[in-house]
């Protein structure tokens, strides 16, 4: 465990500890986390998120609700996740 320097630190901690509460979806042990929450955790948003998927950069998810509000398994996070943090290397024509 580790010591909070003072109560801005705590609050934060608590309202993000509150946050992901609401957000995600326990079913059959399984946990689901809505678009928004998992483009938080994955350090994008929406936007971004739904413009890959449009232009086929990213691999929809496969699981709605019963709205057809898309449902991220732990497996999608980090799925999306790499994606985010996916690095090309970009061919230099100097060399």
Known sequence: M????????LWLHVDNAVER???TIKIEGTTY???REAC????????????????KK????EQR????WRLFTDQDLKRLEAHVNHIEKIN???E
């Open 33 to 35: 986390y809505n678009t």
């Open 2 to 9: 580790y010591l909070l320097k003072n109560y801005t630190q």
């Open 21 to 23: 509460l609401k957000m």
């Open 65 to 68: 609700d019963r709205n057809g």
């Open 40 to 55: 938080k955790l994955a350090g994008t948003n929406r936007h971004t998120f739904l413009r890959w998927v449009r232009q």
């Open 92 to 94: 230099d024509s100097t």
């Open 58 to 61: 990213f691999h929809d998810v």
